[in-house]
């Protein structure tokens, strides 16, 4: 649960400060709904790469898996 929660203060923080820069800059609410697609971009991002680098299962959950697995295929062959 860390990577997704890292990631959603990532895009709450990208989401508060682009609001808050584009209203500044450009006081244009199209600005805004920029700032919240690049923010929720990011989160999606960080989260695709956590799942990309194994963070979705545990490393126990992996190797028990590689461990059973043989043993399920000679008990499929008896």
């Known amino acids: 649960m860390l990577w997704p929660v890292l990631a959603n203060l990532?895009?709450?923080t990208l989401a508060a400060a682009?609001?808050?820069l584009a209203l500044r800059w450009h006081r244009d609410i199209s600005a805004v709904f920029v700032a919240q697609a690049v923010a929720l971009a990011?989160?999606?991002?960080?989260v695709a790469a956590a799942v990309a680098r194994g963070a979705w299962f545990s490393r126990w959950s992996r190797s028990s898996w590689r461990r059973n697995e043989p043993m399920l295929?000679?008990?499929a062959a008896k």
């Open 42 to 46: 990011a989160f999606g991002a960080i």
């Open 73 to 75: 295929l000679v008990e």
């Open 10 to 12: 990532m895009r709450l």
């Open 18 to 20: 682009g609001g808050w």
